[in-house]
């Protein structure tokens, strides 16, 4: 009884870890993306796939707890959230766009309703985020513990 009760508390510990939830959010949207688009559909299909793998290799570097691991975790998910935020400030006429540009990437009604329609979407966006901060929070902390120490 003993013994079950230790494994059922480390499992607990475990589960409520940060980077078990965020793996596991992660593992999620990897195995969601060709439920969402279907076998026959090739929209977006590759783009998704590509994004949902990295994702997922961002949120289990964070159990490696290396600092390394950390650096990859944060270039790999801020570079998504750069990605989309540069879109978007495109979208918002936040950036100069040519004529070329306007066309190409519409308006925000168009944004909108590709995002009511698309939830997924800004959900990759904000796992990335946050995969993000806590890579950043992880290696601060990694870096604050192993400054040297000035005589």
């Not at 978007?88 to 309703?113: L, Q, Y």
């Amino acid at each position: 009884m003993r013994e079950y009760e230790s494994f059922i508390g480390w499992l607990f510990r475990l589960i409520t870890k940060p980077k078990f939830i965020l793996c596991g959010l992660a593992l999620c949207n990897l195995v969601a993306v060709p439920a969402r688009f279907g076998v026959a559909c090739f929209y977006n299909w590759e783009y998704q796939f590509w994004f949902a793998f990295l994702l997922l290799v961002a949120a289990s570097a964070l159990w490696l707890e290396r600092w390394w691991s950390y650096t990859i975790s944060a270039f790999l998910s801020g570079a998504m959230v750069y990605g989309f935020a540069y879109s978007a400030f495109k979208v918002c006429n936040v950036i100069a766009k040519s004529p070329e540009e306007a066309e190409m990437w519409g308006t925000r009604k168009d944004w909108w309703d590709f995002m009511a329609n698309h939830p997924e979407e800004p959900l990759q966006i904000i796992l990335a985020a946050v995969i993000f901060c806590f890579a950043s929070f992880y290696l601060i902390g990694l870096m604050w513990l192993r400054r040297p120490v000035l005589p």
